[in-house]
T-cell receptor, first 113, second 114 residues
């Protein structure tokens, strides 16, 4: 039972390059989230998916796209990376239900040069 | 829209000192409150949560938090910190009036000197 997994763990890109961050969960949770974490800014929501087949913008969606491929997988794509997207990216899930906490993946540390 | 404020951005303590980290939120309706901890190089994990009942909530590793509705606060406490408590601490709130999306505070970095 791996919980929430993310690939890759580290990535260095050049400005303008594209890449996809992968997130998968084996907990059968409905809701999945992508956050970015920057020093002094806490966690900011990029996109979320309340259930399979739906996605919605969060606080900072510009420059990103997402795909909820199935119930298990939620990917985040940077079409044309910019230095401002240098950050640590976390995927998270919630089982559903108002009372439940989020489960986080180990994160992807992305540097854009 | 709901918001979460963590007043202490950086806290430095010696081992055995007492800890209190402040958290205030802005939403006036029913809320669900969380404290998460992120140890160096690791992902966030739940310390404790409140959804109803006793406003004093006990979590893992000796942490507790008190929900004071009149003050919109959910402060985290620990009577005696250890070096292993060095981490970043995040307060989060989910409200009933909306999409149930959690909102996080900016975090408090705690360093405990041995």
């Amino acid at each position: 039972n791996a919980g929430v997994t993310q690939t890759p763990k580290f990535q260095v890109l050049k400005t303008g390059q594209s890449m996809t961050l992968q997130c998968a969960q084996d907990m059968n949770h409905n809701s999945m989230y992508w956050y970015r974490q920057d020093p002094g800014m806490g966690l900011r929501l990029i996109y979320y998916s309340a259930s399979e087949g739906t996605t919605d913008k969060g606080e900072v969606p510009n420059g990103y796209n997402v795909s909820r491929l199935n119930k298990r997988e939620f990917s985040l794509r940077l079409e044309s990376a910019a230095p401002s997207q240098t950050s640590v990216y976390f995927c998270a899930t919630i089982e559903g239900g108002y009372f439940n906490e989020q489960f986080f993946g180990p994160g992807t540390r992305l540097t854009v040069l | 829209a709901q918001s979460v404020s963590q007043h202490n951005h950086h806290v430095i303590l010696s081992e055995a000192a007492s800890l209190e980290l402040g958290c205030n939120y802005s939403y006036g309706g029913t809320v669900n409150l969380f404290w998460y901890v992120q140890y160096p190089g690791q992902h966030l994990q739940l310390l404790l949560k409140y959804f109803s009942g006793d406003p004093l909530v006990k979590g893992i590793k000796g942490f507790e938090a008190e929900f004071i509705k009149s003050k919109f606060s959910f402060n985290l406490r620990k009577p005696s910190v250890q070096w292993s408590d060095t981490a970043e601490y995040f307060c989060a709130v989910r409200s009933s009036g909306g999409s149930y999306i959690p909102t996080f505070g900016r975090g408090t970095s705690l360093i405990v000197h041995p």
